[in-house]
């Protein structure tokens, strides 16, 4: 049996217009994060996820999210739950930090030179 994908993007409407926003829920599952520890790392409020999705400093870290899993992807696109791994796994050049606080951090530069110097897998 296989999984059912899971929309990235949810529409909400309001005053008759259709915004869509990025998930906070379907990120987090991605990485094993929770909605409310996603809001926390964009230094909000525990429940800005559930209550405010479409908060913008939210919405930012969830770009920057899916981006750095799109660039694992590509990096190692044969290592399975690499997006779990950014998320939990401490790294000694990010100074202690996983990937998914760097990137929280705005510090980009870190992140690619980290993903550059990582073997590849065997």
């Known amino acids: 049996m296989t999984p059912t994908a899971r929309p990235v993007t949810t529409a909400l409407r309001q005053g008759g217009e259709a915004l869509l926003f990025l998930s906070p829920d379907t990120v987090g599952t991605s990485c094993g994060l929770s909605a409310a520890e996603l809001a926390l790392l964009a230094g909000l409020a525990r429940d ?49 930090r996983t990937l998914v606080e760097a990137v929280a951090d705005g510090d980009w530069d870190a992140v690619h030179a980290c993903l550059q110097a990582a073997p590849a897998p065997r």
């Open 48 to 96: 800005t996820a559930d209550d405010e999705p479409w908060h913008p400093r939210l919405q930012a870290l969830l770009r920057d999210l899916v981006e750095l899993f799109s660039l694992l992807r590509t990096a190692r696109p044969h290592e399975a739950g690499s997006a779990f791994w950014a998320a939990h796994r401490a790294v000694r050049r990010l100074d202690g």
